[in-house]
């Protein structure tokens, strides 16, 4: 079973405040949540995927 982190884990883990993941939850960007009763949960897996999808979309040649 894949390992469920809490907004504050993920916020530690993009360095991001707590605030932004809700934004970004809003607007439908960021790491995939969903709930778990009343709590907020992510999968490992799904924060580790957007964060790579980032790193990836923000790689740029480098100029010689």
Do not use: N
Not at 41 to 61: F, G, M, N, S
Request: proline residues 5%.
């Amino acid at each position: 079973m894949d390992r469920l982190l809490t907004m504050k884990e993920v916020a530690a883990r993009t360095r991001s405040p707590v605030t932004t993941l809700r934004y970004w939850r809003q607007k439908g960007r960021g790491p995939q949540a969903f709930r778990v009763g009343r709590r907020l949960v992510y999968r490992e897996r799904d924060v580790t995927a957007w964060l790579d999808a980032q790193r990836k979309a923000d790689h740029r040649p480098v100029a010689s």
